[in-house]
Each structure stands twice: as C-alpha cells, then as structure tokens.
C-alpha cells in the first residue's frame, strides 16, 4: 500500500537530517544498515590499535549511531553480532577470564574480519581489528579503573563500596540492569557494557566512529555487496537485491514488533499457491528491496519518536507499546499533531500567564489557535501530503496497520481546525511548569479549543480508565478529529454522566471533566451552535436549569468565602440529584441558601436577580415542573452562568481557583 | 468476436479486504484502496464462467467514500491452537464494474463451445439473478452482492474528485491454464482514478511482472456432451406438444 511509498518519500526529502542526534531521547533519523544503541564507555585507539584511554559515558551522551546487519538489528539474546561496536561479551577476547561465561568474541571477530580484509574496508575498522586481536580489552579497562574486580580478580556483580564521591558517575550507574531470576532483584552487570570507538590520527578530523560519514557509507556498501537474491520490489517495481529480515525497533527501543514480518509459516495466512518454505524462501510472495524497507522503517522510526504518541497497555508488570498514531508532512515539514489539546498545540509562548491585567475572551484565545494553525500552512504549501497513520499489535511480534489516511496540507489543516472550533471550549487545566530556583512551579492557563482524545478517554471513564479502554477510545475519536465524523453518543453521555456527579470527584479532575463534556456536547449537537460565551436569549429548559444552578453554586460559594469556611456547597452536594429531578431538587437548594442570602444581604443582589431573571424566561410552566431527567446541555449552562458571575480580578475570590490541586500531567 | 460482449453489473458489501501482499506475510493483512483486477475477475467469474472463456476487467467505478475499518481475527494454526491478529477492511464498499470476455486460445478442446451469443446472454442472465455461485470481495469473509446496473448511472461519492493516483498495486496472476505457460507470473501496475473511474489495463499489457515459480496447468480436456457414458441409459424422444 502506499505507506510503504510515503515513507520511502519522506526519508529522501529528509536526507539532509540523517544522522543528526537533536535530542538524546529522540530517536535520530538513521542512515540504512544501522540502527542506536546506548553505549555506556567509549575506548579511544590510535590508528595501530593501541589503547590510549577510556571513559564512562554520561547518560545523555549514550545515543549512539552504530553499523547493524538484518540479523544483529532485530536480535534478541545472545546471537548476532553487531560488525564494529558491541557488547563487552562481543568484543572481548578476554571475557571468559575475567567472568566466567562464555564470549562470543569469535563471531563477532569472524564478521570484522571479512570487513576489513574486503574492498570497503575502512582505516578505522582495521586499527579497531588490530585492538581487539591483542585481546586485552577487559585488561585495558580494568587497569583504567572503568570496570571493578574483586579479590578473585573476576569482575563485580554490583558495586561493593559506596561512592566516595556522589558527582562522578562510574559504570555501574548507567548499566542496564540484569534481573538475576535466583536472587529476584536487578543485578549491574559490568559485562552488559556497550563499547563504542574513538580513532585518534593525526590530521582526523572526525575520530569519533559513530559520527564518521565515511565510515557509514563504507559499511553500507560493504553490506549491500553480499546480498545475493534479487528480484522485483514490490515497492518500487524494480529490480534490487532482496531484504531477508526487516527492521523491528518501531515504537521504542525494546519493541520487538514488526509490521513486515514472515513468521507465519504455521499458519493458513499466505501458503496456498505459493510452494515457499521456511529453509527455501524465494520470496515467491513478496519481495522488497533492502535498501528500500531499511529507509521505510528507518523514517518511520525516527518519525514516531520525533512527533508520534504511543500508547502503552500493562501487562502484567510491564507496560509494553500498544497503539502509536503518527502524522507528518511527507516533505519533512512541521506539523501540528492531531493527537495534541489545543493548549499543547498553541505553545507555551503564545499563552499569557495570569499575570497580566487583561483578561483574554473566547473569541481572542481562539483566534491565537486559529492564527497558530494557520501558521503551518506556509510551510506545508497547498499540495504537499500529510499522512497519518495509526499502528496497533495483537501479539508482541507483530505490528499491522489500523489507520492509513493521507491528506492534502491544507486539506490537514482545515479539518484540525474544524475539529478545535467545533468541539471546543473554555478549559482551565493548562499547565506551564516554570523553574524557579530549585523548585519548579506549575502556573494553570486556560485555552480555549478541543481537548485531546487521551484526556476525553479518561474523562469518559475516569483517570484510572483501564489502558485497553483508553487505547479503543482515542481509537474511535481519531475519525473524528481527521476524517470529520461525528463523536459517537456513547463516549459524550458517558462524560456527561461523570461531570454531573461532582462530588464523586475531586475539584480539579471535576473542573477538567466538565469544560471536556460541554466542548463534546457542543460537538455532537454542532447544529444548535451553542456559544461559549452566555446566551441570555436562550430558552431551553436545560440551558436554563444550568443557569440556575450556577447562580445558587456561585451565590453559597461566596457566602462561604466571606466566612472563610471550605465545605463544598448545597448545589455541588445536590449535583447529581439535580440532573435527574431538577424541580424537586431546586426547591430544596433555594430553601437551602436562604440564611446565606441573609448573611450576604445587598450583596446577594446580582446572582438573585440572575436567578430571577432566568425564571421568567421558562417558557411554559410545564418546562419548570416537570421532572423529567436534564441533558448535558444544562452543563453548557452551568458554565457560562458560572463564568458570568465570576469575580473580576479587584473583586474577592469567590469561585475556588485555588484548590485546583497539584496533579502530575503524564505524557501524552 | 464478432460483437461486443460487454456486461455491466454492480457489487456491493458491508467489507472487502484485497490483501495487500506486502502486510500479508505477516499476518496483519491490511487491504488496498480499491480492487484488484483479480478481484474483480473472480467476481465475474462467480457470477458465470465456462474454461471456454477468459474474462477481462475493463472499468470500474468506485460508488462509496473509501473507508477502512479494523477487525481483530483469532487465524487458526495448522497445528491448532490459534493466533491473534488484527486485519484492517475496507467498509461499506460498491462498485460498478464493466467488463467482457474472449475466448482461451489455450482450450482447443472447446473450439466448438465458442458461441459468443451464448455465453452472453447466459451471463446477462445470471448478473440478473445475482450469480451462479457466491460473491466475495477479496477474502471469503466478505460477501459481496451482485446486480445488473448502467456502468454511469448513479451518483458516485468520487464523481468531482478529480484524478487520484495510486502507487505500485498488484493486478492480477497469470495461470498456465490462460497463459500456456507451465509457469506462474504476478503482475503489478500503477492505477489512476479519475472521477472515481479506474480503467484497467489488459493483463498481457502489464509491464511489470515477476515470476513466482514453475506451475503446472491442468491438462484437462472435455468433449462436451459427447463424453463417453454421460448419457448413458437416456434415449432421446420426442417430446408432446
């Protein structure tokens, strides 16, 4: 299908940015035939293979840029070698000396000799041979205090003594720990070490291997020189020599998922006519070039981690990569993602604190999103495509394709926006995280646009929604935001419900899930064209029951604040109860507030003369007296009255702001 | 052939998968955008076919938005046991699909079946009844529903799309039993829809193609009804009027 096609596009377009590290968490966008790996000591040789030094490298500097074949890039335990830069237990000769297992020094000598005795050989890789020939690499090591042994001069399973010194970092903090099954707990394992090389020369002006461009391109030709089956490209229609293995590593660095994979020789799936067999394959189903699927999964690995999300299931202890949805510009150009709130697409810079005296309106928050939007489309240009694709896994080995759409830039665009304009709202639960010293304080802003699909999952079901159900969710919503469908009833009812019982939550998570129900309710019933702003001229029974509410809410909460008392209100009691009886339960409420309005007096007038006004405007007397149970719209009606009667800033607080609690935002 | 022999039908389903060959070795089988040419020739070929003819594909026109939809699928093993996996369908699917047929030059047995006035109206007839055996839209799963239709009539959700291109998709195997070679071939191309109208192009006229393995046509030759002992015990008689 024509992923295959976009991507191979894409990573020509972005040629220019193969290789370059920009974030240590990032995944950078790999030449072909390698893969990153984090190294943890770096050994520096000279040009005859001669030990000069070696360091421990800091964790933000072990990304590393290492040659791999098919077989090394998807391993799992203990089999392929990587041809220059592997593990102690690759390269060491002297490993079994010094831990007592056995090395697999004599594969991985075996492949770097074939490199360097062939026609690509490089001067690098032959001073790196020469080294690890001497077999002293563990020696070397050791004498440079990197590794630690004990009395019985065999390496140290964890650290024996306690740093003397808490800023230099040693092995045994950056080594990936080993779960020693025996004795239940994570082992450092100093023979887990990832080795990469330095070449010094005199004249080299790039002695660091993984950055060496020469190098690559030597490895790569090198590599592309043994395969021996060609045949047609299913991708390109033309003739290549064939790949046998295809790249795993997608979603992160551990995921073993593949979405190009042919393991199912057991299965009914793709035998029938085609004789091909697991010891005989001759690609009789389908073939694609190597060079070909190396570029497709190398962008698409650099393109999820770069600007994709990924959604996690847990199973068991481990969390393992589920869901990922990835949108970009098959030119290489910045795009919104689709998955993101309004608040993270607008930016932090673009968002004015509490701070200021001016108080921005809907209208001018959405215009910031509006114009921020826009912004992209100079980049993107009218006929450029923007893809997005969604990917899943049933199995752990296996990765398939659920979504594929592809757009035109502006076509994008617009179908972003529309999504921000009409299922959007006023939301409070912005956070901008600013240092300050040492501690790092959380400021909330309020945004006005659409809120993202993870947070209307766990709005419909709650922050602790299974991660199943969550990954279904934004599953159903993506439709909504790309392809423009409706939001389906379910999901906005659910919320609904949820905002409606408010003492079942706390003030914060309660805040959050109402403004995301009215944005959804605003949405599904898009016709009615709700404003965000208070409609005075409208006459429907649950609008106006909303209004009610919020004044009698409003009114007791000020009356509170003025005591300085912090019990929850009569109407944040009675929430629930009023959507399902609303006349019964505001008799109840307005007798409530009686002593309040007395202790309040003249100051009570305002929200009295809403509450007043409000019950002229039922239209029949019917409308206030029945019974009948309220829809989400009286939570549009809420919120405005509510935001109505709002102190402006001179005024005493009267609405909670302050107990908008802290709460740790997760990754989306 | 004398004269033109085209047919006109409509097919519809609730899902069509037309597996694309790249995803499914894997597995996970993800389908393509619009159908095969192989498709749509064992379509027809449901509705009505005899080894005297070949059908050829010459249009179709896709009716409804292209949508996909995924599935989670339990595939069973040859072992038993089964395995999970996830096959993304193209949902709520409808073509209108034009084609006609030639003759195999490859069955000389059948040289004296080659009734064009025949084959023709029997396939009118059976378009009519909605074929002779089952539909299916790329995989079994996916039944599909025939009807005889215009190939232009109709409002299409691609009528003012404009020209869409699509990238290298599979078109169709070559058999031995249509090619005369005892070898299997699969050809590719690179189709256009435009206005929602794809035209195919002649399966000999594919240029690319790639040769899959050594395959060995059936050598099956009938006499029709003068094959030995199929009438046996019935005598002919006139019948009253």
């Known amino acids: 299908m024509s992923w295959m096609h976009r991507l191979y596009e894409t990573y020509e377009n972005c040629k220019s940015m193969v290789g370059k590290i920009e974030d240590d968490n990032q995944v950078p966008l790999l030449p072909i035939c390698h893969t990153t790996q984090k190294a943890q000591i770096e050994i520096v040789i000279d040009e005859d293979g001669n030990f000069r030094r070696a360091k421990v490298i800091p964790k933000k500097q072990a990304r590393t840029i290492i040659p791999c074949t098919e077989a090394s890039g998807g391993r799992t335990s203990g089999e392929a070698p990587h041809p220059l830069c592997d593990k102690l237990q690759y390269v060491a000769v002297d490993y079994s000396k010094f831990t007592g297992s056995e090395s697999y020094y004599q594969a991985f000598s075996e492949h770097l000799s074939d490199w360097s005795k062939s026609q690509d050989a490089h001067p690098k890789v032959l001073a790196i041979f020469k080294y690890v020939q001497r077999g002293k690499v563990i020696e070397d090591l050791i004498s440079c205090k990197i590794l630690h042994v004990g009395v019985d001069k065999m390496l140290l399973k964890k650290r024996r003594e306690t740093k003397k010194d808490k800023e230099t970092i040693d092995v045994f903090d950056l080594l990936p720990g080993r779960e020693n099954k025996k004795k239940d707990r994570i082992e450092n394992w100093q023979a887990d070490a990832f080795v990469r090389w330095i070449v010094e020369k005199e004249g080299e002006e790039c002695p660091k291997t993984w950055e060496d461009r020469t190098l690559w391109n030597k490895w790569i030709d090198y590599y592309s020189n043994k395969k021996n089956q060609r045949g047609l490209c299913y991708v390109t229609g033309e003739e290549k020599p064939y790949a046998e293995q295809h790249p795993a590593k997608l979603r992160t660095d551990g995921d073993k998922a593949k979405i190009i994979s042919s393991n199912d020789w057991g299965g009914f799936t793709f035998l029938g006519r085609f004789t091909d067999t697991k010891e005989n394959n001759t690609y009789q189903t389908c073939g694609i070039g190597f060079d070909v699927t190396q570029k497709v999964h190398s962008a698409l690995r650099w393109l999820i981690s770069r600007q994709g999300v990924v959604f996690y299931v847990k199973d068991g202890v481990k969390a393992s990569p589920a869901l990922t949805i990835v949108a970009w510009a098959v030119s290489g150009a910045q795009i919104p993602k689709p998955t993101d709130d309004a608040f993270a697409i607008l930016g932090e810079e673009n968002l004015v604190s509490d701070e200021s005296s001016v108080v921005s309106t809907a209208q001018e928050l959405a215009l ?209 109860r009023f959507s399902d009886r609303p006349c019964d339960t505001w008799k109840d409420i307005e007798l409530y507030l009686t002593p309040y309005k007395a202790r309040l007096g003249g100051r009570a007038k305002k929200y009295m003369d809403v509450i007043d006004r409000v019950m002229s405007m039922f239209d029949s007397p019917d409308d206030f007296t029945s019974n009948k149970p309220l829809s989400g719209e009286f939570l549009l009606g809420f919120h405005c009255q509510r935001e109505k009667l709002k102190p402006k800033k001179n005024e005493p607080q009267s609405i909670d702001e302050e107990s908008v609690l802290d709460k740790e935002n997760e990754n989306i | 052939m004398n004269k033109p022999n085209k047919v006109e039908f409509k097919v519809w389903g609730k899902y069509a998968l037309f597996t694309d060959p790249l995803t499914k070795i894997g597995g996970e089988k993800c389908s ?55 096959y993304t369908y193209l949902t709520d699917v409808g073509y209108q699909v034009e084609a006609h047929f030639e003759w195999n030059k490859y069955r000389f047995d059948l040289e004296k079946d080659r009734n064009e006035n025949k084959h023709f109206f029997v396939a009118r007839r059976m378009i009519e009844k909605g074929g002779r ?109």
Request: proline share 3%.
């Open chain 1, 368 to 576: 910031r999103l509006k114009n921020k939007i826009a912004g992209y489309k100079a980049g993107l240009g009218d006929t450029s495509s923007v893809v997005i694709m969604g990917l899943d896994s049933a199995t752990p080995g296996r990765m398939a394709i659920t979504h594929y759409t592809e757009l035109t830039g502006s076509d994008f665009l617009e179908r972003l926006e529309h999504w921000h304009e009409s299922c959007a709202w006023i939301h409070d639960y912005g956070v901008i995280e600013q240092k300050e010293s040492k501690k790092v304080k959380r400021k909330y802003v309020r945004f006005v646009g659409a809120p993202s699909p993870k947070d209307i999952a766990e709005a419909a079901y709650g922050s602790k929604v299974d991660d199943k159900l969550k990954k279904a969710t934004v599953e159903r919503i993506l439709p909504c935001i790309i392809e423009g469908r409706q939001v389906s009833r379910d999901i906005v009812e659910s919320v609904v419900h949820r905002a409606s019982n408010r003492v079942g939550l706390e003030n914060w998570e309660w805040n959050k899930t109402l403004s995301i129900a009215c944005a959804l309710y605003r949405k599904l019933n898009e016709k009615e064209g709700y404003s965000m702003d208070l409609d005075e001229n409208r006459k429907t029974r649950d609008y106006l029951y909303g209004r009610l509410l919020a004044a009698a809410d409003c009114l007791e909460s000020f009356a509170l604040s003025l005591s300085e008392k912090k019990r929850p209100t009569n109407a944040a009691r009675l929430m629930q």
């Open chain 2, 32 to 86: 393509y955008h619009i159908p095969t040419y192989e498709a749509l020739k064992g379509i027809i070929s449901s509705v009505y076919w005899k080894p005297t003819i070949v059908w050829i594909i010459d249009k179709a026109r896709v009716m409804k938005k292209i949508r996909t939809q995924t599935r989670s699928a339990k595939p069973i093993d040859y072992s038993g046991g089964n395995s999970l996996a996830i």
């Open chain 2, 133 to 241: 055996r089952d539909t299916f839209l790329g995989t079994r799963e996916c039944q599909g529903y025939v009807e005889p239709c215009r190939f232009d009539e109709g409002v299409s959700d691609y009528d003012d799309y404009g020209e869409l291109a699509f990238d290298l998709m599979f078109h169709g195997f070559d058999y031995p039993d249509e090619s005369g070679k005892p070898e299997l071939w699969a050809r590719f191309w690179r189709p256009k829809m435009v206005n929602g109208i794809i035209d195919f192009i002649r399966p000999d006229k594919c240029t690319i193609k790639k040769f899959v393995r050594k395959m060995k046509a059936e050598k099956i030759q009938t006499d029709g009804l003068g094959e030995h002992g199929l009438l046996e015990g019935y005598v002919e008689s006139e019948v009253a009027q």
